[in-house]
């Protein structure tokens, strides 16, 4: 995998954006690359998770809070030299620095369920990132779908996924799978694949292979 920078982007809570960045480092992590999370959000939910002291030694946290574009800069260019991979946790998407985040990333990723609310939300971030300059737009701009059930295809989401292919709306599939292994990588503040050293739940492999395809697909979009 080539050295990488993710932004996720939302202008609502609670879409899954600070899991997502916790399974792509995951991801990332078990290929014995290093990560920089970068958390731009005054929630700190990603502190919260780390504080728990779980977190593996090659995953470095920054918490900003409701840092500037300024200070998230400056933090961009020291985890350039400490990091393989950043992935800055953003909030909002209509301030100067989630913006300054999208245009110093790679991969700007929009999550979104598979709701029309969401998805409205998912769309302003979209058009926030398409507004910027050429010379600053990210390589890949895409909305990823989460809490995604795997096993029931509801009405929305067939919906959903007609309307962006008839509008050519760029979007990652597959989407993020709604796991309980998900929410307890939450819980116990570890990395998906430490997950069995802390407690015994279901569906780890399955949100494993989940997150490999994700990763898989997003790569693909870059060649």
């Known amino acids: 995998m080539a050295n990488l920078t993710f932004c996720l982007m939302s202008p609502k809570g609670g879409v899954g954006k600070s899991t997502t960045a916790l399974l792509l480092a995951s991801e990332i992590l078990r290929h014995g690359k290093t990560v ?8 700190q939910h ?10 593996p030694d090659a995953l470095n946290l920054i918490s900003l809070g ?6 998230l800069e400056r933090a961009v260019y020291l985890a350039v ?7 800055i946790d953003t909030q909002g ?8 985040a999208a245009a110093l990333s790679d991969v700007v990723l ?17 058009n926030a990132v398409h507004a910027l300059p050429d010379d600053l737009s990210p390589t890949l701009t895409a909305v990823i779908f ?13 919906e959903i996924l007609a309307s962006f292919d008839e ?7 597959p989407g993020v799978l709604d796991k309980e292994a998900c929410r307890q990588m939450l819980k116990y503040g570890c990395v998906l694949h430490d997950l069995p050293l802390h407690t015994n739940v279901s569906g780890i492999q399955n949100a494993t292979d989940n997150i490999q395809a994700i990763l898989r697909a997003i790569l693909a979009r870059l060649t």
């Open 36 to 43: 920089t999370l970068i958390e731009v959000d005054g929630n």
């Open 46 to 55: 990603l502190k919260a998770w780390h504080d728990r002291g779980n977190c």
């Open 66 to 71: 409701n840092a500037d574009a300024a200070r």
């Open 81 to 87: 030299e400490a990091s393989d991979y950043i992935i």
């Open 93 to 100: 998407t209509n301030n100067a620095a989630a913006l300054r």
């Open 110 to 126: 929009l999550p979104s369920a598979f709701s029309p609310f969401e998805v409205q939300g998912a769309m302003t971030a979209l």
């Open 146 to 158: 989460t809490r995604v059930n795997a096993a029931i295809k509801t009405r929305a989401q067939s």
């Open 167 to 173: 509008l050519a709306i760029p979007y990652i599939w």
